[in-house]
Structures are given as C-alpha cells and as structure tokens.
C-alpha cells in the first residue's frame, strides 16, 4: 500500500505543480506514495524528506509576497494587467517605457519587466492563431522513401521532389514529415525520430551527398570515389550502413566546399555545440552519462581542451548540421502554392544522454524521464526514456530554450505538430530508480507554453496540430481551440458517448484527420490481423485469443460504419477496395486538415512503429513497397488522391 502524503507535503508538493494524486484512464482516482512525491520534489531542488526540511521549505513558501510576479508573467494583446509598483518594460526591440501597470498596446512577443526589485520574463500572447484553409494531403516517414538518387533511404532530396509532385500532379496542400529532429550518430546511428539528440537541429543521415555545393566542385575522380560508397538496398533500412557511406562520402567532399566552416570559435555557440557533442560521442559514445567526469557538463574546462583536440570533427559535424539545413530549405522552396505546405512533427522530448541534454542541461531535470501511468494497454505504465523540461527554469528563463526550439522546428516548415500535446500542461514524471509506475504528474504553466508556440507559429505564418489522442483532459482540446490550434482525430479512436465509431461527418471541424497512424496498425494489416502476429511474435500479447477476437470485431465494425455511410464493401471484399473505401469514408470528415499515409494506400500490412517493443520488431526501419518514382502513379495512390481531392 503506498504511504499517503500529508497536507503539509501536500500543499508544498501542489506549490510547486507536482500533483499528489491523478484520476486513471478509468477515471479512478490514484493516490501518490509519498516517497514518489518527496523524490519528484527533489529533482526540483526542493527538500522535504524530514520534518524540519519539510517545515523550512513550508516557510520558505508561505513567506514569499502574494502580490509578486512570477518569473514569467504572460498577458494577451490588447489587454492590461496591474501592477505592484511602478516599473519599466523593455520591449525585444530596446525600447525602453515607464509603466504603472502592462499597457494594452505592447506588441506581441518577448519582453522584460522590472517592477520593483523584481525583473522578470514578459509574454505579450497573440490572438488565436488563423485556422488553416480546407485542405488534404499525405504523411510520410522520410526515412521510408526510396528513390532513384537516394542512398537506401529517403532524404531532404526526396522530400523535395514528393513535395513538388504531389503539389502539382495531385493538388495536395499539406504533407506531414515524421520528426526530422537530429538523431545520434555514433557508434550506432539512432533509428526513433521521436528520441532525438537535438531537437534544435535537422538529421545529417537525410543529407543528399550528390546536391552539395562539395559534390559539384569536386574532381571526376573525386565524384566517382564518392558514388561508389553508395550503400545496397536491403529489405529494412539500415540507418548504420546509410550514415557509414555517408560519413565517408562527405569526407572526402569537404575539402571542395569553400564555404565550410573553418574556425570552431567562428561558430554560432548553439552550433558549435551541438557540434562538439558529436564529434565527443565519436570518441566516448552517444550516451554523455558514460563519458568522462570532466566532459559531462558542457561548460567544463575540459569541454574546451577536447573541443580544441576535436576542432577538426567538430567543424566536419558542423558542416554536416548546416548542410542538413541548406537542403531543407531547398526542399521547403517545393510548397509554394500549396494550401498549408510542410506540417514539421515536433516530438515530445530530446535523448538523456543527447547533445540537448548536454547542452540545456540546466533546463532539464537530471535523471528525471518522461513517460505514462498504468492503463489497459500498458499495465506497468510507459517510460519513454527521455528528460522533462523544469518548469521553473523555463520561467526563470523567460522560456528561452522552449523559443529556440519551436523557432527551429519552424525555420523551414509551414506547420508544427506537438507530439503528446498534452506535455504542455502536465508531464508523467518518473524519479531516478523507479519504475514507470512509480510517477507523479507535474504541471507546467500552459499558458505560457502555449503563448510561445502561438508567437512562433504566428511569426512563421504556419499552422499548429496537436496530438491530444489518447486520455487527456478536457482543458487540453479546450486550450488547442482556443488558441486556434487544430487537434487529431484518428478513425479508429473517435466514437460517440456510446462507444460507437464516429462518422467523420460528425468530427470535430478544428482537427487533422487521419485513418491511423505510426504507432497504429496500417490498413491493410489492420485487415489482415498483421498487428496481431505481430504482438504475438513480439511477445507482448497475454492474450492471442483474446487479441484476435478484438481484431475481428473490430474489423466488423469498421465494415459496419462504412456500408451504413454507403460505402458498398463487405468482408468479401478485396483489401485494396476496403482501403480506398476507407479513405472515401475519410473524405467525408468536416476536419481542416485530412490526411492519407502511403503505408495505408499502398497495401503495406508492417506498421512504421510496434509499441512496447525494442529490438524485437524493426520498429523506424521498414521501407514503403513503392519507389518514389512509382509510388505517384501507383493506380491505389491516384484512387485515393482522387478521392481525397473531391473535399476540397
């Protein structure tokens, strides 16, 4: 039985955003051990495991002035907040202005006040956030493409071009990419976009070596020495092999590129960084928790001596970080004329022992990790490996890291999508040396958050889509709306109070929609019961009969839901018929933003994603069955898109 928390612990752990108790998926209520919050309120610094710290800290808290302002202070535009004292705004641009309270009339954006002896961050939040015009589109996993130029999988060339294409050729307005975030490298290459090492900077594996100003500067000889690196095709990528052939090909160019960076201290320090975390975790590994004492901390003396020892890698990953970036740019130069464009996936955390992590440690919770409570799906709960913002270092620093990160996610891109959108205001905390259910829930300031998002998503003309599936609160879609931000709604989630399959005539209109996604079934393995040998084979059943007798019904059901919308499929039927069935169903949906998934189109059954698994499923390495250069005039795809377009 978990030892209950007293209202004194209570009241200090609610002070500070840590919940004591939280209702399951099943809407029961859970109460907290009390060692689980003593430890959750350490990683925040904050003391209370003995009557007299627990006192002391009460004190410390009930002491402070009610009328001070917090570290960050958010208003909206067009609205005026009181203040204690007079005091002095200075505006991003330098302005300087006396104020008796937050005028009405400060622009959007980051500001500073000084109030007092306070000086704290202010947030002018922008009005709701234009909705996007009607529009369909695809998502795809960039690794996942294969093409003709590309080397054993996809690249920001290959974007490029299913950008183009698919603008042109079949009037998409949107196409939602997979987190193209900066994965570790050495000694293994990571395979999950969604553990990501930066989520600052773009993946050099997507590199296309034959578009680089090196490539075309460089000898005949050279350029032969290069295309003869070129990895084989095999059934799954191999992201090793792709970067090993890469990593090579790039050094033997980069002598021919004479606008490579040359000088580290000419670095902008965020690059620079990053980039020295490379090229270290070429040397000690991917994982900074393994390397020497003296390199952990990015700040350290010793930081510096190997940076110098390393200028040469670190300058080589430089180079590749930039070229990552030149090449997204030109692939984003694709959707002009498009209705939204690139929707970039933003996702929910950066690796423990990443070059963010290393870099921004002070904003993060060391030892901390991020997951989900016990549910039916996962009974042991969810640990996602990955470290949680502070919240009260992202207050103190006027949400500087949260800015710089959104703001690159968006440097190239038309639309952001916030994996677990939920995180914004709360994040399953999981202490060091517990289990995933052994956590507690830990609240963020939302407002904030989300004024940030809104700022940068105003500033870059570009569209919000939150991923709120699953059990989130009410005031997470209630805040996504308000915010003009669209939520998700996926086929086989949305149902009515009963329990019934929503037509998607009946969705929300605020939403992007979809038939599945990454982590769920495709259609046609969703058809085949591919998702439950899959499990089973895996290992993460406890029930194959069970399991199987789900599937069926749940088959029946959708085969339901599409002959009472007047869709004249049975379970005679061929796969490829129910599939477009499916996505004609799905063009029905009042959404803003409908989308398809060439997995799903094309009669793929291996899902990109199996969660609950690690090794024991090729989870990020399966590849579509279609090249790009067959894939858009594959008669299923043109079906679909025929029937997607007829929305608009």
Not at 283 to 294: E, F, Q, V, Y
Not at 599 to 620: C, E, F, H, I, K
Request: hydrophobic share 45%; with cysteine; charged share 25%.
């Amino acid at each position: 039985m978990p030892e209950p928390v007293e209202p004194d612990l209570a009241e200090l752990a609610t002070a500070h955003g840590v919940a004591v108790r939280y209702r399951d998926a099943d809407e029961q209520e859970v109460e907290l051990d009390r060692g689980v919050v003593l430890d959750v309120l350490a990683a925040l610094d904050v003391d209370a495991r003995t009557p007299e710290a627990l006192g002391a800290a009460l004190q410390r808290l009930r002491s402070v002035d009610p009328d001070a302002l917090p570290a960050t202070l958010v208003v909206d535009v067009g609205t005026t907040r009181p203040l204690p004292a007079s005091g002095t705004v200075t505006l991003e641009d330098g302005t300087r202005r006396s104020v008796d309270e937050v005028p009405d009339d400060l622009p959007v954006g980051y500001h500073r006040l000084a109030c007092g002896d306070q000086d704290v961050a202010l947030i002018v939040a922008p009005p709701a956030l234009d909705p996007p015009p009607p529009t369909w589109g695809w998502m795809v996993q960039l690794y996942a493409l294969r093409s003709a130029q590309s080397w054993g999988c996809g690249d920001y060339g290959d974007l490029a071009t299913l950008l183009a294409r698919t603008a042109s050729e079949q009037g998409a307005g949107a196409l939602l990419v997979n987190p193209l975030h900066a994965l570790a490298l050495a000694p293994e290459v990571e395979a999950s976009p969604y553990s990501p090492s930066s989520r600052r900077f773009l993946h050099p594996l997507y590199v296309r070596v034959a578009e680089t100003a090196a490539y075309a500067a460089a000898p005949s000889s050279v350029r032969a020495d290069v295309d003869a690196l070129r990895p084989p095709t095999g059934d799954l990528v191999d992201h090793d092999a792709v970067w090993a052939a890469k990593r090579a090909a790039l050094e033997l160019l980069r002598p021919y590129d004479t606008a490579a960076p040359a000088d580290v201290d000419a670095l902008d320090e965020e690059l620079r960084d990053v980039a020295t975390w490379y090229a270290l975790a070429e040397r000690h590994g991917s994982d900074l928790h393994a390397w020497p004492a003296g390199l952990r901390h990015v700040g350290d003396v010793e930081v510096d001596a190997a940076r110098r020892e390393l200028a040469d890698r670190v300058l080589f990953h430089a180079w590749c970080l930039q070229l990552a970036d030149t090449q997204l740019a030109a692939a984003h130069e694709a959707t002009a004329g498009m209705a939204v464009g690139l929707i970039a996936d933003l996702a929910v955390g950066c690796s423990a022992g990443g070059a963010d992590a290393w870099t921004l440690a002070d904003a993060l919770a060391p030892g901390v990790t991020i997951g989900a409570p016990p549910d039916d799906f996962n009974q042991q709960g969810q640990d996602w490996a990955l470290p949680p913002w502070r919240p009260d270092a992202l207050a103190a620093s006027g949400y500087a890291p949260l800015r710089s990160m959104i703001r690159g996610v968006l440097r190239h891109a038309d639309g952001l999508r916030v994996d677990h959108v939920a995180g914004l205001w709360r994040l399953w905390w999981i202490p060091p040396g517990r289990g995933a259910r052994e956590g507690a829930y830990v609240h963020y300031d939302a407002r904030a958050m989300l004024a940030v998002v809104a700022i940068e998503a105003s500033r870059a003309g570009a569209v919000v889509v939150g991923e709120d599936l699953g059990t989130v609160e009410p005031e997470v879609t209630e805040g996504l709306t308000e915010h003009g931000a669209l939520g998700c709604a996926v086929l086989w989630f949305q149902r009515d109070p009963d329990g019934e399959l929503l037509p998607p005539r009946r969705w929300h209109p605020d939403t992007l929609a979809s038939v599945s996604t990454h982590d769920l079934p495709t259609a046609a393995g969703f058809l085949a019961d591919e998702h439950v040998r899959a499990r089973a084979e895996a290992g993460v059943l406890s029930d194959l009969s069970a399991a199987r007798a789900d599937a069926a019904r749940d088959r029946e059901e959708l085969l339901g839901l599409l002959q009472a919308e007047g869709f004249g499929v049975s379970a005679s039927s061929d796969a490829d018929e129910i599939v477009l069935a499916m996505h004609q169903l799905l063009s029905t949906a009042r959404s803003r933003i409908v989308l398809a998934a060439f997995t799903d189109v094309l009669g793929d059954v291996r899902q990109p994603n199996l969660p609950g698994t690690v090794d024991a499923y090729p989870n990020w390495r399966i590849p579509l069955s279609a090249s790009l250069e067959d894939l858009l005039t594959d008669p299923r795809v043109r079906a679909v898109a025929q029937a997607l377009r007829a929305r608009a």
